[in-house]
T-cell receptor
C-alpha cells in the first residue's frame, strides 16, 4: 500500500498565483485533514473532511479551499498565494479519527516569493 | 480551548541512556486521546504512542512509554535505551473531535 501520497514535494510560487496541493490515500479512510507546519510551531489544522462531500474548517482556514469528491482524494487549493503561506503542508488520513490517530503524508514544502 | 505545551525546546541524551520529554495540556473534556509523534529529518510524521484518557494504565510501545497524570494534565514520553535513530523532533498532540492540537515540539539529539 502507498498510504498517504502528497504531490508535489516541493513548489515555488509567485505571490498571487494559484495552485492545488494533491493528497490521495489508498486505505479507504473516511477522515482526512490538512495541516501546515511553520518554524517553531507545531502543526496547525487547516481543513478536514469526515467523508466524501463533507468538509469543514480547522484552526487556520483563511486563504485555502478544499473539496472531497471521492474517499481517496482531498486536494488543498491556494486561490491567491501570499508569502505568509510559505510553509510545509501535511495531509493526513484516519480510519476513524479520534481514537486511532492519523497517518501522515511526507509533506509539501511550499515557498511563496 | 485546548492547549498543548512542550517546555523543552531541545534535549540531548547519550546512546543507551533514558530520556523523558515533557508535555502538559489543558482541556475541560473528560474523555480524550493523547499522542506522541516523531518527526525525523526526513520530515515524515510517525506515530509513536497513544493514550486514552479513561484508561488508567500507561501506554507502552517497545522502548517508548508514557507517564500519564490525568489530574495534573501531564503526558510525558520516556525513551529507554536511546538509539541514534531516535534523533528527531517529538510532538505531543491532543486529539480534538476531528483534528490535533500539537505542541511546539522538542528536538531530541542522541549522542554516540
Amino acid at each position: 500500500n502507498a498510504g498517504v501520497t502528497q504531490t508535489p514535494k516541493f513548489q515555488v510560487l509567485k505571490t498571487g498565483q494559484s495552485m492545488t496541493l494533491q493528497c490521495a490515500q489508498d486505505m479507504n479512510h473516511e477522515y482526512m485533514s490538512w495541516y501546515r507546519q511553520d518554524p517553531g510551531m507545531g502543526l496547525r489544522l487547516i481543513h478536514y473532511s469526515v467523508g466524501a462531500g463533507i468538509t469543514d474548517q480547522g484552526e487556520v482556514p483563511n486563504g485555502y479551499n478544499v473539496s472531497r469528491s471521492t474517499t481517496e482524494d482531498f486536494p488543498l487549493r491556494l486561490l491567491s498565494a501570499a508569502p505568509s503561506q510559505t510553509s510545509v503542508y501535511f495531509c493526513a488520513s484516519s480510519i476513524q479519527g479520534r481514537s486511532y490517530g492519523y497517518t501522515f503524508g511526507s509533506g509539501t514544502r511550499l515557498t511563496v516569493v | 480551548a485546548q492547549t498543548v505545551t512542550q517546555s523543552q525546546p531541545e534535549m540531548s541524551v547519550q546512546e543507551a541512556e533514558t530520556v523523558t520529554l515533557s508535555c502538559t495540556y489543558d482541556t475541560s473534556e473528560s474523555n480524550y486521546y493523547l499522542f506522541w509523534y516523531k518527526q525525523p529529518p526526513s520530515r515524515q510524521m510517525i506515530l509513536v504512542i497513544r493514550q486514552e484518557a479513561y484508561k488508567q494504565q500507561n501506554a507502552t510501545e517497545n522502548r517508548f512509554s508514557v507517564n500519564f497524570q490525568k489530574a495534573a494534565k501531564s503526558f510525558s514520553l520516556k525513551i529507554s535505551d536511546s538509539q541514534l535513530g531516535d534523533t528527531a523532533m517529538y510532538f505531543c498532540a491532543f486529539m480534538k473531535e476531528y483534528g490535533y492540537i500539537f505542541g511546539t515540539g522538542t528536538r531530541l539529539k542522541v549522542l554516540a
